[in-house]
């Protein structure tokens, strides 16, 4: 069978930069920390107006050239710059080297173009780190019309792509009080891509991320194209790092909210959510696409390694997948499932989550199907968890049919499953220092003891 990864490439003039749960989350943990730290405030050099597609003041910024018959804008290594303005058609911005400021300011791009492969508003080179600053309200959008090609057994693939197309080991920060609004097309996420190692941060503003309408995720990877043979296969998630801000991440058709793109067919397996992390005073709503988790895998696609603390307030809401976990498992070839999971679910600190499924998948975790249906662990702090799943058919954690047990870990906190006991861990008193809202048909039954 024909199977390969397709990374949309150009010619880049730099090299490439090197550089149990516990320790996966301590070794995240480091690259939250990196991405997190406080980037001091520098004042954008130039600023590029859009409209015009020229420098304002008639200056360039040192490390900037147009390339591609002068459609693309490129910014290398050490560039501060702003843009302003609104630009629709086959223009767009291109980032090269170790790390490069840009600040959107009020700023619109919207790529049109019909070619055999279309660019997306915002393209990051292998092994490059963009430190994005939101100024105003701000959309990347990605509405081609792309050219086809044929391989393989003549199956037909879309060459479109992301709103922020994100490279091998590349970095995405954005911070800042503004806005935005970024929309993939087709198979492509809204921020993210399919090559190996992209990892995407937000510390602040507020970021609205679309995938594709066919089987990218909101944030995270693409979907799977091939309907004779697998010529693109799905992508994973990625690392996924949320410190604060408010993010609203809408899966495409068959795609995660964050996480995972969808699978095209029942002979193709499916790819992880990937690794996430939501901290801080974050406020993140993800919806998943069609047989796709909230948080964790698109269609076919197991769950990831997810980590809430902080005071975050998380609410993820699946569409036949989890609303944390796994996306639906409708494969028709069996040993494509067999390694297929729920992930881990690590809840601690003062967060509060609410996981929802619309059918036939647990709130957190996996279909009863699965051969592991995952983990769902409250090691510290006083975290409120709410998870159902919204037919009521099966118990929210069931055993799969292999009679692998979802493992839950209760050690602080508290666990509510609609229409199923509410789980306290005996002996702690639990102090509840903030408001709390009871989401729709829940109950929250406090014991007199507690």
Known sequence: MNMKQ?????????????????????LTALVMLTLSAKVWAQSPTHTFNL????????TAASGTSFTNSGRTLELRNGVNIAVTGTSTGDRNIDIYGSTVRLTLNNASITTTGNYEYTAPPIWISNGCHLILTLVGNNTLTCNSSASTVYEGDNTKLWLNTAGILLNKNSKLTIEGDGMLEVTGKGNW???????????????????????????????????????????????????????????????????AGIGSGGSSTAIMAGAEGGTILISGNSVVTANGGQDSAGIGGGLRGSGGEVFISGNSVVTAVGVRGAGIGAGASNTINHHLSKDKHGGTTVISGNAVVTAISSGGVAGIGAAPTTPNAGSLIMPSGTPIVFATRMDGYYTDYAPSSDGTPTNITVTQGILVEKDKKTHWHAGNEFNLLRNLTIPYEFTLSIPDTK
Do not use: E, M
């Open 51 to 58: 409209t015009t597609w020229s420098w304002v003041g008639g």
């Open 6 to 26: 397709i990374y949309p490439q150009r010619n880049n003039p730099n090299k490439n930069l090197s550089g149990g749960y516990f320790l996966p989350f301590l």
């Open 189 to 255: 996420p809204g921020i993210g891509g399919n090559a190996p190692n992209r990892t995407i941060g937000i510390n602040s503003g507020t970021v609205i991320a679309r995938g594709g309408g066919d089987r990218g995720a909101g944030i995270g990877g693409c979907g799977g194209v091939g309907k004779r043979v697998n010529i693109f296969l799905p992508a994973s998630g990625g690392t996924v790092l949320i410190n604060g801000g408010t993010v609203i991440a809408y899966g495409g058709w068959s795609g």
